[in-house]
């Protein structure tokens, strides 16, 4: 231990939105925890708040020690944020143990796309921003729509609707309608062909081209992985006029930026209409003591590894489980098929289903399971208060 160093905790919550709300109350992330910490130390501490209706404290399998987060659960909105503002940045131990607080990933072709935005605005009729359903509020993209002229009209598509849980994600849907009544959105899902038609409806009604010699142009844009470039191949195939083929089509996969440059796409023939496909763009630094980055890193947003991925696979359970989502348990086996709060035996369940020795496999299994949807449709942003 050195000597003079101190251990602060940090409280993550949305700046905006405050703690988030859960299926039964409040819930606080604490990070910067000591590995000796207990739940009966959290439990004094919080307790003397209100009520701690729920509480997981991960250990490290190997030490017996305290990863250094913790998640709390309150029934009452007053008594989280009253939680927040005497406890935030509250000193505690002695030996500081930092868990990833903010997520700074900005690769460099995400800046070239962005002073790239400028001059493809200007012949652009339509802009349509992308998000994932299942982070509805999480996935909005502030650094790309400061570029965005206030004037011209937009749409917010949710895609990849069929991972998450419908009902939560259309709540925030019209949340944000809300919030903006100039907001046109549509939920749809690529994979499944839902929507996509309606899609290619709206941007025929609501083009107006600047050139009509030739034709309309539509920009999306997105952070990254969020299907704008499987879009676009959907959107080209519902042309029965275009000539499609393999190598014509947007390039897409799984991973975090497929797309490096601004490229145009025909995706009409009649009226002639291309789409400008984007880089995905992200925040260059995510917000710190927020749920953030755990939720873009669950969701494919941003690279695995720029956050411990069983710190990810912690969440993700922990989430699971607050939403009664327990399809995992027949998933991987669970003994006595009861669900679990203990990622360890989690693992060491996915690890005797698949046959596999090494517990980062296992990691891997359940990370691809929850990004597949085979763990149950959930959306991870919950309703703003």
């Not at 009902?167 to 009544?181: F, H, P, S």
């Not at 949807?373 to 959930?378: D, S």
Request: one cysteine or more; glycine letters at 6%; a neutral charge.
């Amino acid at each position: 231990m050195n000597e003079g160093t101190d251990t602060y905790m940090g409280l993550a919550q949305d700046d905006d939105l405050g703690p988030m709300k859960s299926v039964e109350g409040y819930t606080l992330c604490v990070t910067g925890l000591h590995g000796e910490v207990q739940e009966e130390d959290l439990q004094d501490l919080f307790g003397a708040y209100g009520q701690v209706k729920n509480l997981h404290l991960n250990l490290d399998r190997r030490t017996g020690y305290a990863k250094g987060y913790a998640f709390l659960e309150f029934e009452e909105l007053k008594i989280a944020k009253k939680a927040i503002d005497e406890l935030n940045d509250k000193l505690l131990l002695e030996v500081f143990h930092e868990l990833p607080r903010a997520v700074n990933w900005f690769p460099g072709h995400m800046k070239k796309a962005i002073l790239e935005l400028e001059t493809e605005m200007k012949k652009t009729d339509l802009f349509i921003e992308v998000r994932d359903a299942r982070i509805p509020y999480t996935s909005h993209n502030t650094e790309l729509l400061s570029h965005i002229p206030l004037n011209m009209k937009r749409l917010i598509v949710f895609n990849k609707m069929d991972l998450a849980n419908e009902k939560k994600t259309l709540q925030i849907i019209q949340d944000i309608q809300n919030k903006d009544k100039n907001a046109n959105t549509l939920h749809i899902s690529t994979k499944k062909n839902v929507n996509v038609s309606k899609l290619l409806t709206f941007i025929q009604k609501n083009i107006s081209p600047q050139f009509k010699t030739v034709g309309a142009w539509v920009m999306i844009g997105g952070i990254p992985n969020v299907g704008k470039s499987t879009i676009i191949n959907a959107l080209r195939k519902k042309d029965e006029n275009a000539e499609i083929t393999k190598k014509s089509g947007a390039k897409v996969g799984g991973i975090p930026c497929i797309t490096k440059t601004i490229t145009g796409f025909k995706i009409m023939s009649d009226p002639p209409t291309y789409m400008v496909d984007t880089p995905g763009i992200i925040q260059p630094k995510i917000r710190e003591n927020s749920e953030d980055g755990l939720k873009l890193c669950a969701c494919n947003n941003i690279r695995d590894g720029i956050i411990e991925l069983e710190f990810v696979c912690d969440y993700i359970l922990f989430k699971l489980n607050k939403d009664q989502n327990f399809a995992y348990v027949n998933r991987f086996s669970l003994p006595n098929r009861k669900p679990n709060d203990n990622l360890h035996e989690v693992l060491n369940s996915v690890m005797n289903r698949f046959k596999v020795q090494q517990r980062s496999n296992a990691v891997d299994i359940f990370l691809r399971d929850f990004r597949e949807g085979k763990l149950g449709q959930i959306t991870l942003d919950e309703l703003a208060k």
